[in-house]
């Protein structure tokens, strides 16, 4: 899965409101013809308050898609520094234990990089994932096998709660990359689009030409917009990516070799 499927859609909702916007002028020249001059008086305040309300919910849901997509490079680098933090604490385990458990780190950090780097495949997402949680059983039972021979307290208190801050990030990171706006936002949004490219095309009837500058311009800037937010939303499926924070972890990894 990947946002290509985003172009045709893209498309079609720029045909759609060019549509709507053409539909609308003809309607209002129609009344305009039947009723005469003043049969679109008073429409200003219905229109104001329609445009008012697309947008502002464009930019409530630009605003959260941009602050999701933040928080996710964030709970990026916590991860990496939770890894980076067990890796270290990892050398307080006696030999033959530490080299055990930090092979197991290794596979595990390397699933995490394939979770996430085979997003727009979502079935090597999910085996990925399910690799990664059968890798952190084992390697907590190992470790805690391991911490039962050491008669260090404070070697205890060190190993193991690092450890489990680096499942905790990459659980939180996993919930957070699922948590999307629910669909009836961005179908209400796509409706409240297409409402006002009517109502641009019913204002212009007082012109016995539509203006294809403003048909087109209303229909390209709300669909681009609808494209950002949703690129924002889903970052590892379109455009706009999080390769930047994603590359620490795998320069992490290779550290570890």
């Not at 805690?144 to 050491?150: F, G, H, L, P, S």
Request: proline residues 4%.
């Amino acid at each position: 899965m990947n946002l290509w499927w985003a172009l045709p859609v893209a498309l079609a909702l720029f045909l759609v409101s060019c549509g709507c916007s053409r539909l609308g002028w003809l309607l209002g020249r129609r009344r305009l013809q039947r009723y005469g001059e003043g049969a679109n008086e008073g429409l200003g305040a219905v229109d104001g308050a329609i445009f008012g309300l697309m947008g502002l919910l464009i930019a409530f849901t630009f605003t959260g898609a941009a602050s999701r997509f933040d928080h996710r490079r964030d709970l990026i680098r916590e991860e990496v520094n939770a890894i980076g933090t067990a890796w270290l604490r990892l050398d307080l385990l006696a030999p033959p234990s530490r080299s055990e458990v930090q092979t197991l780190m290794r596979a595990y950090v390397d699933q995490r990089i394939a979770t996430h780097r085979e997003m727009t495949d979502l079935e090597a997402t999910n085996q990925a994932s399910h690799r990664a949680a059968q890798i952190q059983a084992h390697m907590w039972t190992r470790l805690q096998e391991a911490v039962r021979t050491e008669t260090s307290l404070p070697l205890t208190q060190a190993v193991l709660p690092a450890v489990n801050d680096m499942f905790d990030a990459g659980t939180t990171r996993v919930l957070a990359a699922e948590q999307h706006p629910p669909p009836a936002i961005y179908l209400t949004l796509i409706v409240l689009v297409l409402v006002t490219a009517f109502l641009t095309g019913f204002g212009q009837s007082k012109a016995t030409r539509q203006s294809m500058l403003h048909l087109f311009g209303f229909a390209v800037t709300t669909t681009l917009a609808l494209c950002l937010i949703l690129d924002l939303e889903y970052p590892r499926l379109g455009l706009i990516r999080v390769a930047g924070a994603d590359q620490a972890l795998i320069d992490l990894r290779a550290s570890m070799d």
